[in-house]
């Protein structure tokens, strides 16, 4: 199944010939600060959940046909990607199963009070009424300018969506696990999940960093386009950190992070991803110079 193994050190383009090539040092944060605010504001999260869990409504599951039309302008995949012939006849059986929510539709009210909260813990002073007005901008651009405040309107929105997952039963969580092809968490309806091997068999799980959902994926393919050819994934790997690969696909031409549990069980996936960025930025650098020589070449 692994054609290449590569080291993730080797991947970063070294800064001068022969030297030891390692991820540029400026691109190590300072994981002690970082987790340390990481923490302070997943207490506050877990608090802002503990006090609303009770009188929470989030939405509610629609009927497919409805959510169907509406879900396909949200769906933000490249608009060249062709539909694959089980896409093509789901879509026309009426049979796809859509996420039982998207972001957009949880109660806005609870995200900007969460935000609010999160903001005020990181020092930064601003009255509801300005949070609403950056949240209303946040709706007309889907962007902010202010990074930290974006960041933390990511996890105001995971914190609450975390609290929607939890309304719906085991059955229909377990339902939403189990026909849904494609790497978009079928309960909130994000992309890009990570990827976990679990013991005791190594069977592949996907798991959703905004709602937390997990479920079964298919083990030896590409998740983000379902890519089976072994040739076209490349493994990369570091021995600074065990139990983690990211997959590079070449049919795609994106790559994702692959966490073995069996290897290195942890409790807080995100925090995990969050740890291993150094990865990420090694596996950019190594798409960057495929695709220049691939450029090279042609
Ligand atoms: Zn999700
Ligand atoms: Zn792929």
């Not at 060249?80 to 026309?92: G, H, I, L, N, P």
Request: aromatic share 8%.
């Amino acid at each position: 199944m692994i054609e290449h193994r590569v080291d993730a050190a080797k991947a970063v383009p070294a800064k001068a010939p022969g030297q030891r090539q390692k991820p540029d040092r400026t691109e190590e944060p300072d994981w002690g600060e970082a987790y340390r605010v990481y923490r302070l504001l997943q207490e506050i999260v877990l608090a802002w959940q503990a006090e609303n869990a009770s009188n929470f409504r989030g939405p509610r599951r629609r009927p497919a046909a409805d959510v169907r039309e509406e879900y396909d302008d949200l769906r933000c995949e490249p608009e060249s990607r062709a539909k694959s012939r089980v896409e093509a006849e789901e879509d026309r059986n009426g049979a796809a199963e859509r996420p039982y929510f998207t972001l957009d539709r949880l109660p806005e009210k609870s995200v900007i009070e969460l935000w609010h909260q999160l903001d005020a813990a990181s020092g930064q002073q601003c009255g509801s009424e300005e949070t609403v007005r950056r949240f209303e901008q946040f709706k007309a651009t889907g962007t902010l300018t202010e990074a930290d405040m974006l960041g933390r309107l990511r996890l105001a929105f995971a914190g609450v969506a975390r609290l929607a997952r939890r309304q719906y039963s085991a059955e229909e969580l377990e339902a939403a696990g189990h026909r849904w092809p494609r790497p978009i968490c079928p309960v909130c309806g994000e992309q890009s999940p990570l990827s976990l091997v679990l013991p005791p068999v190594g069977k592949r799980h996907l798991f959703c960093r905004v709602c937390g959902h997990e479920w079964a994926g298919k083990r030896v393919s590409c998740i983000l386009c379902g890519s089976e050819l072994a040739k076209d994934q490349t493994y990369l790997r570091s021995e600074s950190y065990p139990g983690v690969e990211i997959v590079i696909c070449q049919t795609c031409g994106e790559y994702f992070k692959e966490f073995d549990a069996r290897e290195r069980w942890v409790d807080d996936w995100v925090w995990e991803d969050i740890r291993t960025l150094p990865l990420d930025y090694a596996a950019e650098k190594w798409l960057a110079d495929l695709r220049r020589k691939d450029g090279n070449r042609h």
